[in-house]
């Protein structure tokens, strides 16, 4: 037996997934009560697709044969599992079409053993292998209101399956169903919108508001919803055969992005957002969390044993979900919205943007009381929060951090010593906070950065009277979720 299978076997009992509470005000300023609740009473709340939940894996069954698939957690901030730093509050499922190299084609008759793929190798899979296990999300019961059908944008990686991205919406017995980075809308539901006169969703090239502008489309049991999106390049050189792309690169990966918010459970927290995750028993919460660990252990795995992948990052958030929910309008605490906060754009943008305001900080904790957790990534054992920051003029991607100082940072205002770690080196930066519930602004007073700790220049807490010019001060808000700049 595999020494990873050995430890996995071990781990089954103990591993317990790590959450911590949030605080918050209201979701999206919904503020009706639900004053007539659904009778769930005959309901059992599935997953939207067929499978089966084994050890290892989460099979999803398509005619052509199984994906084998896993969760990543919710509300992460970091690579592989989400390129969303502020945070990310939705699901998300990496199903792979190959689970190890020897299903993989050697394509270039090279490597250690010709024609046997390994690590390292050019391999592919053939499109037949993947064109036979298309998913569709499927509704498990009926009456599912469709309320929200919209091709959200033409994604630039064109591939057999097109190049479209759609989101659906819809409602059920108070769960809300949200369905992101589809790539077909199914038959049954294209059908049935042209039989109520909206918009057919196969005639269109280019980005669109939402084609359900009247009464809903009626879902039931076992209908067919839409595609979710398969991640693939075609290994250059070799037509015919594909990789995978983004988090996955080895192998063509099924990207199943969708979320069920229990608006029940949603109004009783004060309107939250909440994790999937949390409207199953704690006996599958802790089945799906033994399927993550068991790919984590993999000393081959294709997400998370790829050489970029950076463990001091994806090791911090090794959990089911990092927090029990999550307020868009939360402004209690630096730590509020998953601590992400985007530039307001009611402030100078230049030298950023001259058209938004681009910058994003985020600051979230690292997570302990996991199987993956090892404080000899870190700057020392008792650093508890890591930082990342977007769209500054000298920084083309993100860049993540360590909070040195405070070890605990206060959660209205403060400064922090951060050490950033990019491209192999080390730089430090004193960043200055303060944060105005009322006016739901964050300011932040940015010192410079240094190359030795020892030069660091703490700056002072921002005032009321501090403008915020983009450069040395800048004012945040969680406005990026509601479409402003950024957001999921």
Request: net charge negative.
């Amino acid at each position: 037996m595999h020494l990873y299978m050995k430890t996995l076997l071990l781990l089954v009992v103990l591993l317990i997934t790590s959450c911590s509470s949030g605080n918050g005000n209201n979701e999206q300023g919904n503020d009706q009560l639900l004053n007539t609740r659904c009778d769930r009473s005959n309901l059992t709340l599935e997953f939207p697709f067929n499978y089966t939940l084994n050890d290892d894996s989460i099979l999803i069954h398509t005619d052509g044969g199984d994906i084998a698939t896993t969760t990543i957690p919710w509300g992460a901030h970091v690579q592989p599992y989400t390129g969303h730093p502020e945070g990310n509050a939705k699901s998300g499922w990496v199903g792979l079409f190959a689970t190890d190299y020897a299903q993989l084609t050697e394509l270039e008759n090279s490597g250690v053993i010709p024609g046997v793929c390994e690590q390292g190798d050019v391999c592919g899979l053939p499109l037949s292998s993947i064109t036979s296990r298309i998913v569709n999300y499927v509704m498990s019961w009926d009456g599912f209101k469709v309320t929200e059908v919209r091709l959200g944008q033409i994604v630039p990686i064109d591939t057999v399956f097109g190049n479209q991205d759609w989101l659906v919406n819809g409602e059920v017995c108070g769960y809300r169903y949200r369905f992101g980075h589809t790539q077909k809308i199914s038959k049954t539901l294209r059908d049935k919108m042209v039989a109520a006169g909206y918009t057919d969703p196969y005639s269109l090239t280019t980005a669109s508001d939402n084609l359900i502008t009247g009464d809903p489309i009626i879902l039931n049991k076992g209908d067919e919803v839409a595609e979710p999106r398969i991640q693939m390049l075609e290994v250059p050189g070799h037509p015919g055969y594909f990789k995978g792309v983004n988090a996955v690169e080895a192998v063509p990966w099924l990207q199943a992005e969708f979320d069920i918010n229990d608006s029940y459970l949603s109004e009783d927290e004060g309107w939250s957002v909440h994790p999937i995750f949390r409207l199953f028993p704690q006996a599958i919460q802790d089945q799906l969390y033994n399927i993550m660990a068991y790919e984590y252990l993999k000393p081959d795995s294709f997400h998370f044993k790829q050489s970029w992948v950076q463990p001091w990052l994806a090791n911090a958030e090794f959990v089911l979900y990092t927090e029990l929910n999550m307020h868009f309008d939360d402004y209690s605490s630096i730590y509020s919205a998953l601590g992400g906060w985007w530039e307001r754009s009611d402030q100078p943008c230049t030298p950023y943007d001259n058209v938004k305001c681009d910058q994003m900080f985020s600051i979230f904790k690292i997570h302990k009381d996991t199987i993956a957790y090892d404080d000899s990534l870190y700057y020392s054992p008792d650093i508890n929060y890591l930082v990342a920051l977007s769209g500054t003029p000298v920084l083309s991607g993100t860049m993540f951090g360590e909070v040195l100082s405070p070890l605990d940072p206060d959660p209205i205002s403060g400064v922090l010593t951060v050490r950033w770690r990019r491209f192999l080196n080390f730089y430090y930066q004193g960043i200055a906070y303060r944060l105005d519930s009322a006016k739901k602004q964050l300011k932040i007073r940015w010192s410079d950065e240094v190359t030795d700790i020892l030069d660091v220049v703490l700056p002072s807490v921002p005032n009321d009277s501090d403008s915020c010019d983009g450069v040395s001060i800048t004012c945040q808000s969680h406005v990026g979720y509601h479409g402003g700049t950024g957001g999921p």
